[in-house]
């Protein structure tokens, strides 16, 4: 089976714009989290989607939102951009049962 | 009390040697602790996990010993290699959420 991908795999964008990620997760994994890493906070993490439906939420400003597809395919979006926001953005997908989550290589976004 | 504290934060082992992470944590509803390993430029990738039914888990050179009264759980690489240098993050999740806590990471360096 293929691997979590993730896309783009690198991103820059200015203090004030948004920006949209994406994550597909492995075929037949119907959960999709989403976490945030940078070298001061570590591994924190956004949220998690299971069949459409936002299931758990981290401590994130609502600048931070995501949806899921029919399909399973996630999607990340961060409105107005903040230096802070830069980071590796990592989706994980997990199957239905089981705790066990997967990790793609991450979007690497660059605020300037 | 969503914490998981790790330790060492770095770790230098020569090659053939043993190589020991620990973590601890607070929250007692946590009940499932993997260990990810995560290589520069790439997503952690799951490289063994515990459930607090069992005091220790061996998967080839790697293996989490438990201790539930005192909430730790380490990571043992035994035959450590320098193909093994690489962060290493250790993360614990309740069955009831499906959020990783993760630990602050341990970058190991394994000499030749």
């Known amino acids: 089976k293929a691997g979590v991908t993730q896309t783009p795999r690198y991103l820059i964008k200015t203090r004030g714009q948004q920006v949209t990620l994406s994550c597909s997760p492995i075929s037949g994994h119907r959960s999709v989290s989403w976490y945030q890493q940078t070298p001061g906070q570590g591994l924190q993490f956004l949220f998690e989607?299971?069949?459409?439906?936002?299931?758990n939420k981290g401590n994130f400003p609502g600048r931070f939102s995501g949806r899921q597809f029919s399909n399973s395919r996630s999607e990340m979006n961060v409105s107005t951009l903040e230096l802070g926001d830069s980071a590796l953005y990592l989706c994980?997908?997990?199957?239905?049962?089981?705790?066990?989550?997967?990790f793609g290589p991450g979007t690497r976004l660059t605020v300037t | 009390q969503q914490q998981v504290k790790q330790s060492p934060q770095s770790l230098i082992v020569q090659k053939g040697g043993i190589s020991i992470i620990n973590c601890a944590y607070e929250n007692t509803a946590f009940d499932y602790f993997p260990w990810y390993q995560q290589f520069p430029g790439k997503g952690p990738a799951l490289l063994i996990a515990i459930r607090p039914d069992v005091s220790e888990k061996k998967e080839g050179r790697f293996t989490i010993s438990f201790n539930k009264s005192a909430k730790q759980f380490s990571l043992h690489i035994m035959d450590s290699q320098p193909g093994d240098s690489a962060t290493y993050f250790c993360a614990a999740n309740n069955n009831a959420g499906n959020m990783l806590t993760f630990g602050g990471g341990t970058r190991l360096m394994v000499k030749p």
């Open positions: 994980a997908s997990r199957a239905g049962q089981g705790n066990e989550q997967y």
């Open positions: 989607y299971f069949s459409e439906t936002q299931r």
